[in-house]
């Protein structure tokens, strides 16, 4: 976005909202809660869950930008939210976060691995660090193409 817009915390798991920002006149960006819902009681995952399928399943829904540690192989939560966007036939673009923390080497064969872990196409990858700016151009491109309708 070119600006901080949303708030976040050292704490994984405090937000257990659906934040919405409008973004000029035309599109919303919708933040979901991470996966630190896993750790609130029955009531509150059941909830998430439900705020999650909503999410997915509005009809004017361009794609999702589903975040990861490219340092970690995907977790039981990273499973369920691949098929919870398979079943809902999500467009996704996945940005593999701290890539600062790897070398070059190692940063292509997790982003191999991870794509190849996720049954993803190439173009729906995008490697990124916000701490080096690293892929955020790239980044921005890609959810320009999902956000115009592109295969991304």
Same mark, same amino acid.
């Given at each position: 976005?070119?600006?901080?817009?949303?708030?976040?915390?050292?704490?994984?798991?405090?937000?257990?909202?659906?934040?919405?920002?409008?973004?000029?006149?035309?599109?919303?960006?919708?933040?979901?809660?991470?996966?630190?819902?896993?750790?609130?009681?029955?009531? %509150? &995952?059941?909830?998430?869950?439900?705020? #999650?399928?909503? !999410? *997915?399943?509005?009809?004017?829904?361009?794609? +999702? $930008?589903?975040?990861?540690?490219?340092?970690?192989?995907?977790?039981?939560?990273?499973?369920?939210?691949?098929?919870?966007?398979?079943?809902?036939?999500?467009?996704?673009?996945?940005?593999?976060?701290?890539?600062?923390?790897?070398?070059?080497? %190692? &940063?292509?064969?997790?982003?191999?691995? #991870?794509?190849? !872990? *996720?049954?993803?196409?190439?173009?729906?990858? +995008? $490697?990124?660090?916000?701490?080096?700016?690293?892929?955020?151009?790239?980044?921005?491109?890609?959810?320009?193409?999902?956000?115009?309708?592109?295969?991304?």
């Amino acid at each position: 976005m070119g600006r901080r817009i949303a708030k976040i915390s050292g704490t994984p798991g405090k937000t257990r909202a659906l934040n919405v920002f409008r973004i000029g006149t035309s599109y919303y960006f919708l933040d979901l809660p991470g996966y630190g819902y896993a750790r609130a009681g029955k009531g %509150q &995952r059941a909830a998430f869950r439900g705020l #999650l399928k909503h !999410a *997915l399943r509005r009809e004017r829904l361009r794609g +999702v $930008v589903w975040i990861l540690d490219i340092r970690h192989a995907p977790s039981a939560d990273d499973r369920a939210m691949q098929d919870a966007l398979v079943e809902g036939q999500t467009h996704v673009l996945a940005a593999l976060t701290k890539a600062d923390k790897l070398s070059t080497a %190692q &940063r292509e064969t997790r982003a191999r691995e #991870l794509r190849e !872990a *996720l049954e993803l196409p190439e173009d729906q990858i +995008v $490697v990124t660090s916000a701490k080096t700016g690293y892929g955020i151009v790239e980044l921005k491109d890609a959810i320009g193409g999902l956000i115009s309708g592109g295969t991304s």
